[in-house]
């Protein structure tokens, strides 16, 4: 099949990227500052989250230094800017670089399919890089907290550890996942309305009954509708969804809805409360993940079974298929439809004379060629041998002349 591609916008210079990646950690340290309650640390802080996944899915800004360098004035420039000494500002941030570091060194190294989460073990390599970076984040800005909290330094390494595998967890997926301008489109879905929404409904009843039920259990209420959107949905949308209904429960929590009392007194359940709903994003992320890895599959297999596997053109039944969908589409359009048979002349001989191999790069040039001539609505098959076949749908007899000149 030819496909022809609308150009796309060209993207932007690096170095206006590097200052993007600045401005976007600043304003995400602005939320987490506004978050944070005085005296203590944030318990929604997406900056390290943000870096991190911006450097993983552009791996050119990783490799970049100006990148790491904007990241870092943006850390600095939120907390001056909000009245933060230098002190407080160059030690905090400097934690927050190390835990980002060690979430980039992680996470770049994997192939491209696992940095997106479309592989089974994705999750699990996001939950690892995560721990890790959280730890020894926490590690680095757990000695701040005598100093500027009047906190214990183990009660901040707690606090901060689970903060940032929170907060990576929910935040990380989003920025990793979220569609690519070339993505191919979604395919259709044929089921009925009431079935599609069926996921957001046992969702919905999930968060009505965490109303009425109390006490720890109706922290996970929602995974069972958390797990069917993971499973109905693409891994973006499933990633957001998790997203909101985590933040969803930290709000609550911090409105009174649930009896915790967040305060660093009660840091033990504070821990508790953070790791689990890491977990609670956990889950639906691995079951997203082994879905889309499953759905890859699936269609890599299907693009086997429907193309040649020398050309790449459409395979004889699947031109057929795609021949008898056109002609019933032009009939109905009152159009009309042509067939091509295009024939590689002396092919015979080219194989005697310089080999099978040879006569496979004709094939294949054949196929590159006639491919690039035709329109996207077009569909080149190869019938066996060297004859291949084109469909053109909505042509008359003379634009149909035209093109096979």
């Given amino acids: 099949m ?28 602005l939320l987490g500052i506004l978050a944070r309650p005085t005296g203590y640390l944030s318990a929604f802080w997406p ?23 904007a990241g870092a004035v943006g850390f600095v420039a939120a907390d001056l800017a909000t009245g933060a000494s230098w002190a407080m500002a160059l030690w905090l941030n400097a934690a927050n670089l190390v835990d980002i570091v060690v ?26 890089a995560s721990s890790a970076g959280s730890a020894i984040g926490a590690l680095a800005g757990s000695g ?21 595998l929170m907060n990576y967890l929910l935040l990380l997926p989003l920025v990793l996942a979220a569609p690519h301008a070339d993505d191919p489109p979604p395919a259709p879905r044929k089921l009925p309305l009431a079935l599609r929404l069926a996921p957001w409904g046992a969702l919905a009843a999930g968060e009505g009954l965490r109303l009425l039920v109390s006490g720890p259990g109706s922290l996970v209420l929602p995974l069972p509708g958390l797990l069917w959107c993971a499973m109905s949905y693409r891994m973006f949308t499933s990633a957001l969804v998790s997203a909101i209904v985590c933040s969803w429960l930290l709000v609550a929590v911090a409105l009174g809805l649930l009896d915790l009392n967040f305060t660093p007194s009660h840091a033990g359940e504070v821990l508790s409360l953070r790791v689990g709903i890491s977990l609670l994003a956990l889950g639906p992320l691995a079951v997203a993940c082994a879905n889309a890895a499953g759905a890859e599959t699936l ?20 031109l057929l298929e795609q021949g008898h ?40 040039a054949l196929a590159r060629v006639t491919a690039a001539t035709l329109r996207p609505q077009d569909r080149l098959g190869r019938m066996g041998g060297e004859e291949f076949a084109v469909v053109l749908p909505g042509v008359s007899p003379a634009e149909a002349q035209a093109i096979a000149e």
């Fill in 144 to 164: 701040a907290g005598p100093v500027f909290f009047d906190a214990p330094w183990t009660q901040v390494l707690a606090m901060w550890f689970s903060t940032q």
């Fill in 103 to 128: 979430v980039w060194q992680l996470l770049h190294r994997l192939d491209e399919p696992n940095r997106r989460l479309q592989r089974a073990t994705s999750a699990l390599y996001l939950l690892l």
């Fill in 2 to 29: 030819a496909t022809r591609f609308l150009s796309l916008p060209r993207a932007p210079s690096l170095p206006l990227q590097c200052a993007g990646v600045g401005l976007l950690v600043f304003v995400a340290c």
């Fill in 299 to 318: 269609r890599r297999l299907d693009h086997a079974v429907r193309h040649d596997g020398l050309t790449g053109a459409l395979a004889r039944q699947a």
């Fill in 47 to 69: 900056a390290n989250a943000v870096m991190a996944g911006l450097l993983v899915r552009y791996p050119a800004l990783g490799r970049h230094p100006a990148a790491w360098a």
């Fill in 325 to 364: 969908l056109g002609l019933r589409q032009s009939v109905a359009d009152g159009g009309g439809m042509a067939v091509l048979m295009i024939d590689a002349d002396h092919f015979k001989q080219i194989n005697d004379r310089h080999g099978h191999h040879v006569g496979d790069q004709v094939l294949r």
